[in-house]
């Protein structure tokens, strides 16, 4: 009887251990949520040290039976820490970096994030994400639902809220670490148009650090009527694709990757001529995936990855793309040259010139 080589032999062993963790791959995000709906970041943070399994359970109201399990796999996953303590019997928590991006209202906090993706309306989708491939031009979310997400929203203000108040977790993150990093990029601009700019959270921290800076904000009329008041930033309710309003430069997030090639084509162009000729430039902070790159190299491309199955499953049009790709859109819409800039983010700064 033929034996297996050994390295077949690890392989095969190491498939059996793998195929469970993508049988059980929902749990880390469900955990994850109950954990920021329990408020379990929140209380430590406000206890200011280590709780015991005890003082937690008391301060969130629940049994300490089940919260010692979420927190045993919570631990294991390196989301919270466990300590020692004097008394071996006793289990105590705190903090740590990851947890605090769990923290309700801190200012780096992806808990709305985390909440909008493991919403019962964004998780349908992947259900039907087999049937959209068998379906010609309907997303999946379309099969889920029966309108596409933008329209979704905008009849459904409670997760419309859900949405906005997610796209401000990243928005707020990425636009810091824009901001902190590549401060040139704003370099002479005196305004700024952010299309499709939600609530206008990026351009909140844009002019915070950049005083000087006019910014308005354009996004849909649902979106803006609800969008906070914010001192040098106006809210312009509108649409990208008819018009989009004059400024030195215009700034894109997470929109482009919504849509189609020809429809950026058609948006990039509203922006070109929404720009100074001979000035202006069009700031757009989106994915760049890099099939040239490994995982050693690249540590954000398993998240770009992930994105653009997300994408790929809310929107199906859109996509996050490669230099090529995006080559192809920027020249399409008439601009003469871009660059790109990668930062500490799953984003890239691609700055497009007329």
Same mark, same amino acid.
């Given at each position: /009887?033929?034996?297996?080589?050994?390295?077949?032999?690890?392989?095969?062993?190491e498939?059996?251990?793998?195929?469970?963790?993508?049988?059980?791959g929902f749990?880390?995000?469900?955990?994850?949520?109950c !954990?920021?709906?329990?408020?379990?970041?929140?209380?430590l943070?406000?206890h200011?040290g280590? /709780?015991?399994?005890?003082?937690l359970?008391?301060?969130?109201?629940?049994?300490?039976?089940?919260?010692h399990?979420? /927190?045993?796999?919570?631990?294991?996953?390196?989301?919270?820490?466990?300590?020692?303590?004097?008394q071996?019997?006793?289990?105590?928590?705190?903090?740590?970096?990851?947890?605090?991006?769990l923290?309700?209202?801190?200012?780096?906090?992806?808990? !709305?994030?985390?909440?909008?993706?493991?919403?019962?309306v964004?998780?349908? +989708?992947?259900?039907?994400?087999?049937?959209?491939?068998?379906?010609?031009g309907?997303?999946?979310?379309?099969a889920?639902h029966?309108?596409?997400?933008?329209?979704y929203?905008a009849?459904?203000p409670?997760?419309s809220?859900?949405?906005?108040?997610?796209? !401000?977790?990243?928005?707020?993150?990425a636009?810091?670490?824009?901001?902190d990093?590549? +401060?040139?990029?704003?370099?002479?601009?005196?305004?700024?148009?952010?299309?499709?700019?939600?609530?206008?959270?990026?351009?909140?921290?844009?002019?915070?650090?950049?005083?000087?800076?006019?910014?308005i904000?354009?996004?849909?009329?649902?979106v803006?009527?609800?969008?906070?008041?914010?001192?040098?930033?106006?809210h312009?309710?509108?649409?990208?694709?008819?018009?989009?309003?004059?400024?030195d430069?215009?700034?894109?997030?997470?929109?482009?990757?919504?849509?189609?090639?020809?429809?950026?084509i058609?948006?990039?162009?509203?922006?070109?001529? !929404?720009?100074?000729?001979?000035?202006?430039?069009?700031?757009?902070?989106?994915?760049?995936?890099?099939?040239?790159?490994?995982?050693?190299?690249?540590?954000?491309?398993?998240?770009?990855?992930?994105?653009?199955?997300v994408?790929?499953?809310?929107?199906?049009?859109?996509?996050?793309r490669?230099?090529?790709?995006?080559e192809?859109?920027?020249n399409?819409?008439?601009?003469?040259?871009?660059?790109?800039?990668?930062?500490?983010?799953?984003?890239?700064?691609?700055?497009?010139?007329?």
């Open positions: /009887m033929a034996t297996k080589p050994v390295k077949q032999v690890d392989e095969e062993a498939a059996r251990v793998e195929i469970w963790n993508y049988v059980f749990t880390p995000m469900a955990v994850m949520k !954990a920021i709906e329990l408020g379990i970041a929140d209380v943070e406000s200011g280590p /709780m015991s399994l005890s003082q359970s008391a301060a969130l109201g629940c049994s300490s039976s089940v919260l399990r979420i /927190m045993r796999y919570l631990t294991h996953r390196r989301i919270f820490k466990r300590m020692s303590t004097s071996e019997s006793e289990i105590s928590y705190v903090q740590t970096p990851l947890s605090r991006l923290i309700s209202n801190g200012g780096n906090s992806m808990a !709305a994030f985390v909440l909008m993706e493991s919403s019962p964004m998780l349908a +989708p992947w259900h039907k994400l087999s049937a959209s491939a068998l379906m010609k309907t997303s999946a979310f379309e889920a029966g309108d596409h997400v933008w329209k929203a009849e459904n409670g997760h809220k859900l949405f906005n108040d997610g796209m !401000a977790c990243h928005a707020r993150l636009m810091s670490t824009i901001v990093q590549y +401060p040139e990029a704003f370099k002479g601009i005196m305004s700024l148009v952010n299309v499709g700019g939600g609530d206008g959270t990026a351009l909140h921290v844009l002019v915070k650090a950049c005083p000087w800076i006019r910014g904000n354009l996004d849909l009329p649902h803006v009527s609800v969008a906070p008041k914010c001192h040098g930033i106006e312009v309710g509108g649409d990208m694709f008819e018009l989009v309003p004059k400024a430069a215009a700034f894109l997030m997470w929109v482009l990757h919504d849509w189609s090639d020809d429809e950026c058609d948006i990039l162009r509203k922006c070109r001529e !929404a720009i100074p000729e001979d000035r202006g430039k069009v700031i757009i902070a989106e994915a760049v995936i890099d099939d040239e790159l490994g995982e050693d190299e690249d540590k954000y491309r398993d998240v770009r990855l992930a994105l653009d199955m994408i790929l499953t809310h929107t199906q049009r859109g996509k996050e490669s230099m090529r790709e995006w192809y859109v920027v399409g819409a008439g601009f003469t040259r871009f660059t790109v800039k990668p930062i500490e983010d799953i984003i890239s700064v691609i700055e497009a010139y007329p």
